[in-house]
């Protein structure tokens, strides 16, 4: 696969081949040397449009774990508000030799248009564009579960069966939208928990069972339930009430987290609204996996930039 | 350039064959094999005439917006197309909302003699949507303007609808509604539904046009006024007219080539390009819109031509201008999507391009091909075929969806008040146009 632009065109063998490299790369976490000489001399940019910490850093240290030579590019805002635009941007970069770029940005599909606009050549790596993808999430996400489920006997497995079940704005996440293409991918049955407000138009046709009811998706007790991050601005926007009810109907509470059963896993993508979306309770709870999932992003990553700059096979986005 | 066109051997709207003499910017005869020595002679054989066609729709950017496109670029644009006259837009900076501006557009659409440059007078102040524009004193003005439209922005106020149609009225004005609520597409980059959930895209809803629409018939149904609906895209919309008119409702509506041809789908590689207002919608509202236009429910078809330089498409979509420009590959794609589909016959063609937008504009004449008229005449080869491309562009801004669509047709000649701005697909030198044209005009 020459670039990892979304989750949606990913075939299942090129999939689990990348959980795969990702468990050898965990097996290196475990050794007192953590360094790979894999991407020694290869140069990649971090170029980012938008704020963001743990991603970030989540590629950063998978770069330099590979030994590449990392170079950093925040730009705040959009290209056109700072004055040059992406195609500047791309060209810039493609006349510096560079080898790879991880990009996040808010508009939806930038990603895309630097891999197939031909103003550079290198691979391109979706580290989340707007409400559209963020693959590596997805891919971190399905390697946790397969750590959580299946625990040694994961390589070369999909996730069969399992029952998923995703909650929250779904409307504006890219996260969501990359898992449920991901888990449909691998085997997985999802279920989608939303407010009718926060559900995408024309979600019917897609793999996923919708329910408005948290109670009857937790009821089925899942192998796993994903939180979604709920930005305050919704509020403003009046997709719901208030942040009470938010946390009433559709948040994780304390007292949900109680009725669940041992076997259910927690997940969340990070950054919590503690109180909002997930109670303490939940989230600091043994069968959360909420840090596992920023431990495995570094493997993933690192398995993602190991396949597509040393040309393993099968292209996953062209 | 003689003064005297013989055109001989063309198909009169697709109906009968005949020769017809232009003399004096006027036709002068129509009829078989006529003679005028010394006239210069086209051979039009298999060639249909038109009436010139008549945009309601464009917008040619100047004053204000000069690197996308200036008046004499979008007359040359509108000629290549086969229009004769066109209705400029009120979008420009300073927006046309007083007199002295819509009577500038009107002067340098006369010095460059490619077309009738009608100006339209903006609804409101600045397009702010909050106060009328000087309406009576654009309408008494040189440019005498008649149509008045916010296009790019909704008049969504409801009293300052019903009071611009009701004061209108004194004049003989029509107000031209560009329908989108605002509140329901905030941010809105395409048509909402699966495509632009699975893209992240903020969607459009075609409810937000379908509102304003059947909110607006009912405003004029109510006070007894005209209105004319701009671009519809959706299938909702032709309902909504479509019942207004059944019961009586003076209302009229266009729908752009674009939106007769093109659906959601092209939004996928995120190519702005594709990104236009309102949004490409899907291939049942195209089925819709062609059938609207079939059965009359829709009067027009308007180019909504919109300029836009390359940087502002070759970036990230959200970040896009929306738009596309039209002008030149209009008449292809009325006759690939509604004649060569048999929905339309060249004299409806000739009523949905030129008479009735003339009509809804008020212009003079009935474009019918008859002696007496003004010489505005348009030939139309609909035998050929061609891969669109961005050479076929004569506007300043590259900005076509069509590129590698195989379009049916191309106009050949394009005749207005008597002197050639098109001869053989090619269109005339600016100097030769502004000389016909002062000598005419």
């Avoid at chain 1, 989608?192 to 919708?210: Q, S, Y």
Wanted: proline share 4%.
């Amino acid at each position: 696969m020459k670039h990892l632009l979304s989750t949606r065109d990913l075939d299942r063998a090129t999939a689990i081949g990348i959980l795969d490299v990702a468990l050898d790369m965990a097996a290196l976490g475990t050794r007192d040397v953590k360094k790979l000489p894999a991407l020694r001399g290869k140069t990649i940019v971090n170029l980012f449009y938008e704020d963001s910490t743990r991603t970030r850093i989540s590629f950063e240290a998978a770069e330099k774990r590979l030994s590449a030579d990392v170079i950093n590019f925040s730009a705040k805002g959009s290209s056109v508000s700072k004055g040059e635009s992406l195609k500047d941007t791309a060209q810039t970069l493609d006349a510096m030799g560079i080898d790879a770029v991880v990009v996040r940005h808010s508009s939806s599909g930038a990603p895309h248009l630097l891999a197939h606009s031909g103003w550079l050549d290198v691979p391109i790596v979706n580290a989340g564009d707007g409400t559209h993808e963020h693959p590596t999430q997805a891919l971190l996400d399905a390697f946790t579960l397969r750590e959580s489920l299946f625990g040694d006997g994961a390589r070369g497995k999909g996730l069969d069966g399992l029952n998923i079940v995703i909650v929250g704005d779904i409307l504006h996440s890219r996260v969501a939208r990359s898992n449920i293409w991901l888990l449909a991918t691998l085997g997985a049955n999802v279920t989608v928990v939303a407010p009718p407000t926060l559900t995408p138009p024309g979600i019917a046709t897609w793999p996923v069972h919708l329910t408005h009811s948290l109670d009857d998706a937790l009821a089925a007790s899942p192998d796993a339930v994903m939180m979604l991050r709920i930005q305050s601005e919704r509020m403003k926007a009046a997709f719901f009430p208030n942040a009470r009810e938010y946390a009433k109907f559709w948040g994780l509470t304390a007292a949900r987290y109680r009725r669940l059963g041992e076997s259910t896993i927690i997940m969340h993508p990070g950054p919590m609204n503690r109180g909002l979306e997930i109670s303490s309770e939940a989230a600091d709870s043994p069968q959360s996996v909420i840090l596992k999932q920023v431990t495995n992003g570094v493997f993933v990553r690192m398995a993602v930039l190991f396949t597509v700059l040393t040309g393993a096979k099968g292209d996953v986005n062209e | 350039m003689s003064s005297e066109i013989l055109i001989t051997g063309a198909s009169l709207m697709g109906e009968s064959t005949a020769d017809i003499l232009l003399r004096d910017g006027v036709i002068a005869a129509v009829g078989a094999k006529l003679q005028a020595p010394g006239a210069h002679v086209i051979d039009a054989q298999g060639l249909i005439a038109l009436p010139g066609l008549v945009d309601l729709h464009t917008h040619l950017r100047e004053p204000g917006f000069e690197q996308s496109e200036t008046v004499l670029t979008g007359s040359r644009a509108a000629a290549a197309g086969g229009f004769t006259t066109v209705f400029a837009m009120a979008n420009t900076n300073p927006v046309a909302d007083n007199a002295g501006v819509v009577e500038q557009v009107k002067r340098l659409g006369d010095e460059a003699g490619y077309v009738s440059v009608r100006p339209i007078g903006a609804v409101t102040v600045g397009l702010a949507g909050e106060t009328l524009a000087d309406l009576g004193s654009m309408a008494t003005s040189r440019a005498k303007v008649s149509v008045f439209s916010d296009d790019g922005k909704c008049v969504h106020d409801s009293l300052l609808m019903r009071r611009a149609m009701e004061y209108v009225k004194s004049f003989g004005g029509v107000i031209a509604q560009h329908a989108q609520d605002p509140r329901l597409t905030i941010d809105a980059q395409m048509n909402e539904g699966e495509v632009s959930s699975r893209l992240g895209l903020n969607g459009w809803p075609a409810v937000a046009e379908e509102s304003i629409i059947a909110r607006d018939v009912l405003l004029a149904e109510h006070i007894g006024s005209r209105l004319h609906i701009c671009h519809l895209s959706t299938a909702g919309s032709v309902d909504i007219i479509r019942s207004a008119k059944a019961r009586g409702v003076d209302v009229t509506a266009e729908v752009t080539p674009h939106h007769l041809l093109l659906t959601e789908e092209l939004a996928e590689n995120y190519d702005a390009r594709f990104k236009v207002n309102p949004p490409l919608r899907t291939a049942v509202d195209v089925q819709a819109l062609r059938a609207a236009v079939a059965d009359g429910t829709i009067d027009i078809v308007a180019t909504d031509h919109a300029p836009h330089p390359h940087d502002t498409k070759d970036c990230e979509w959200d970040q896009a201008s929306f738009g596309m420009v039209g002008l030149e590959s209009a008449l292809p794609i009325v006759n690939t999507t509604l004649v060569a589909t048999g929905l339309l016959t060249w004299s409806d063609v000739a009523r949905v391009l030129s008479q009735a937008p003339a009509q809804i504009g008020s212009l003079d004449g009935t474009r019918t091909l008859s002696v007496g008229e003004v010489a505005d005449v348009v030939l139309f080869d609909p035998s050929t075929s061609r891969e669109w491309s961005t050479d076929d562009v004569v506007s300043r801004s590259k900005n076509t969806p069509f590129t590698g669509v195989t379009l049916a047709g191309s106009v050949v000649h394009t005749i207005r008040h008597g002197y050639l701005t098109v001869t053989e697909g090619v269109v005339v030198d600016e100097d030769v146009v502004a000389q016909a044209g002062g000598f005419h005009g």
